[in-house]
């Protein structure tokens, strides 16, 4: 007689359409889908500069011009999410790299929470798929050449004096000044989870 195979676990990862109601560009397009497929490789057509909004799967607005918004260019991948929460997706992620567990990467189809709206899944990913968690942290110290306080950029604890938000912002499908407005009121002094759609990781260790 058979065993029956252990059910998979789903976790749903939501990626905003939109950015919130608190941020200076409300309602725009975060256009995250359409970067995180170009994070993944999932499709060449975004490897160009790609106006796609995410609505629909199939179309595509693509073209070798480059898009810009505010005179900067947009179209660089989402390879990972920060979020808050770190013990849960810490248990999360080790089902995952256990093999016992997946992640929906998903957006809504319209307005989050909207009656008769629904969430439309971007992809599953699981442990052969490179995704992985690392840490972020800020340390503030006093510099001992100069008596400035100054903060450094710490992943799983420990300090990273060459990552600069720039990395970091852009990593997230955002330029600085979004990401700025993204987090403002989060505070960094305790670990913030960083949530990989790809093998890489800051510090140069693969997942």
Avoid at 57 to 82: M, Q, Y
Avoid at 105 to 128: F, T
Wanted: charged share 30%.
């Amino acid at each position: 007689m058979r065993k029956k195979k252990e059910n998979m676990r789903v976790y749903v990862l939501m990626l905003s359409k939109e950015f919130p109601k608190d941020h200076p560009k409300a309602g725009q397009p975060t256009r995250f889908r359409c970067k995180f497929l170009m994070g993944r490789k999932f499709s060449e057509a975004c490897t160009w500069a790609c106006s796609y909004d995410g609505t629909e799967n199939t179309r595509r607005s693509c073209s070798r011009n480059a898009i810009v918004e505010d005179g900067k260019l947009w179209n660089f991948p989402k390879i990972h999410t920060i979020r808050t929460n770190l013990e849960r997706w810490m248990k999360i992620m080790q089902r995952v790299q256990e093999g016992k567990a997946l992640i929906s990467v998903r957006q809504w189809k319209g307005r989050p929470y909207e009656k008769g709206n629904v969430q439309v899944e971007i992809a599953r990913l699981g442990k052969d798929d490179g995704v992985g968690l690392q840490t972020l942290s800020v340390m503030e110290y006093t510099d001992a050449d100069d008596g400035i306080k100054r903060a450094v950029f710490c992943i799983d604890g420990k300090p990273m004096p060459m990552l600069t938000l720039k990395q970091i912002a852009e990593n997230d499908g955002l330029t600085v000044e979004d990401w700025k407005a993204w987090f403002t009121g989060m505070t960094f002094d305790k670990p913030l989870p960083i949530i990989h759609f790809t093998s890489f990781r800051y510090g140069g260790q693969e997942g």
